[in-house]
């Protein structure tokens, strides 16, 4: 028999020293157990350039990739991501970081490329603070050009 704080009939084998056992998960206390955490929320599921794109919407997301998505034909002349011979615009910046988290499940981004110039944070991500995982990039055409803080990823 455990004599523990709040219940003297509590039955611990371990003779714990707490009104809360934590080897067998017993306790002989009447307090209400604390909530679970929240989940993190389901990634949204990026199958497009269209829906690459519009990351940059929700800086804070969860996102995954549901499969390889080629941008040679989004980051063409008379197409939205050409942006005046810049090519892709980079997801955050400086002033507004990425901060979510993008799985790349294993797939892979290819045709991407910009030129930014004088630019700072160039990459498909500007400046990221949330996490990027499991993505392989490929660059076409001038690759990736800026001024500082350039890479393929971010």
Known sequence: MFTGIGNSSFKCAHRCCRCCCLRCRKCC???PKPPKPP???EPQIITTAEHLNAVRNN??????????????????????GYNSEHGWKPVGSGDFPFTGTFDGNGYKITGLWLNRGEGYYAGLFGLVEGVIKNLSVETA????????????LA
Not at 61 to 72: A, Q, R, S, V
């Open 59 to 80: 800086l804070s997301g969860n996102y995954k990739l549901g499969n390889n998505i080629d941008l040679t034909e989004y980051l063409s002349p008379d197409h939205p």
């Open 141 to 152: 055409g001038v690759g990736v050009r800026g001024n500082n803080n350039v890479g393929v």
């Open 29 to 31: 206390c009447k307090r």
């Open 39 to 41: 989940l993190p929320p």
